[in-house]
């Protein structure tokens, strides 16, 4: 069993950057890969990035690619979203999930387990 707490999130400008972090708790954080999803109002939840266990490899969005960039503190059982950049088509609910041993999946199914969700609101 693992437990995510995010933080992070809140309202930005478009152009400006914001940092997500999800706090694991439990199992052992490092057996443990790391998605990012995102859910805007009336939308699906969509795959943003994700980081296998190892943290070698790493996937994103095509949206994200070249402004995101998804890492982990092993030692801090903790994954980030950095967000940099950030456009209004950006704004919804960020979620954390993780997979035990898994690679960089960007399938929702995937996961195990889910982070509490934290808003992201970017202002044109």
């Known amino acids: 069993q693992v437990q995510l707490v995010q933080s992070g999130g809140g309202l930005v400008q478009a152009g400006g950057s914001l940092r997500l972090s999800c706090a694991a708790s439990?199992?052992?954080?490092?057996?443990?890969?790391m998605g990012w999803f995102r859910q805007a109002p009336g939308k699906e939840r969509e795959f943003v990035a994700a980081?296998?266990?190892?943290?070698?490899?790493?996937r994103y969005t095509d949206s994200v690619k070249g402004r995101f960039t998804c890492s982990r503190d092993n030692a801090k059982n903790t994954g980030y979203l950095q967000m940099n950049s950030l456009k209004p088509e950006d704004t919804a609910v960020y979620y954390c999930?993780?997979?035990?041993?898994?690679?960089?999946?960007?399938?929702?199914?995937?996961?195990?387990?889910w982070g509490q969700g934290t808003q992201v609101t970017v202002s044109s």
């Open positions: 999930a993780a997979q035990y041993f898994g690679g960089a999946s960007g399938a929702v199914g995937a996961y195990n387990y």
């Open positions: 439990g199992r052992t954080f490092s057996s443990y890969a």
């Open positions: 980081i296998n266990w190892s943290g070698v490899s790493t």
